[in-house]
């Protein structure tokens, strides 16, 4: 079994039952009549982290494979703040994600930190916020040009928002919906 998704962590797996699968955290996307824009390399962890490795190199992905569950959990939370800070910062200013940083930093740094308790919550681990942040700025700067709001930029808000209220977190930059 291979896992592939947006803000995938171990509770996730765990919840099903599901013993050492293979996650893959994505940094690319491919759509449509458009041409596969890598972001960050799309690392792998698991007893078949190789297959899935070769098969994303073999079309021009670069894949890692990550050598522990520690690694592969700051890959998974490193990708949940970028896509959550990008995406709740897109509602706020729709602009690409290099203006979010050039022009609207504070407000990203605010809304990863908000990010971040939420995931700290989730995985109930302490995490290095300022290490999860250098990350998140990698994923900006690898491809700047990329718009903040998602088609999912709602939703995910709205679930980050219902872990907070149910934890009680304040989130007072990402705001009640």
């Known amino acids: 079994m291979a896992l592939v998704k947006n803000e995938l962590l171990p509770r996730d ?3 099903h039952h599901i013993e050492n699968p ?9 759509k449509k009549q458009l041409e596969l824009t890598n972001i960050l390399q799309s690392p792998s962890f698991g007893p078949n982290a190789e297959i899935i490795s070769n098969a994303l190199q073999a079309v021009g992905v670069p894949a890692p494979i990550l050598v522990n569950e520690q690694d592969l959990l700051y890959e998974l939370v490193r990708k949940a703040v970028y896509i959550l800070t990008v995406n709740i910062s897109g509602l706020v200013n729709n602009c690409t994600v290099g203006d979010l940083w050039m022009i609207h930093e504070s407000l990203a740094r605010e809304i990863a930190e908000e990010v971040i308790l939420i995931q700290e919550l989730l995985t109930g681990q302490t995490l290095s916020h300022e290490k999860l942040i250098n990350g998140m700025v990698e994923g900006i700067e690898d491809c700047t ?6 088609r999912s930029a709602l939703l995910r808000l709205k679930r980050a928002l219902s872990y907070a209220e149910n934890a009680k977190l304040s989130t007072p930059k990402s705001g009640p919906c």
Do not use: M, P, S
């Open 13 to 15: 797996w765990q919840a």
């Open 145 to 150: 040009h990329r718009f903040c709001l998602g």
């Open 22 to 30: 293979t996650v893959t955290v994505v940094w690319f996307e491919k």
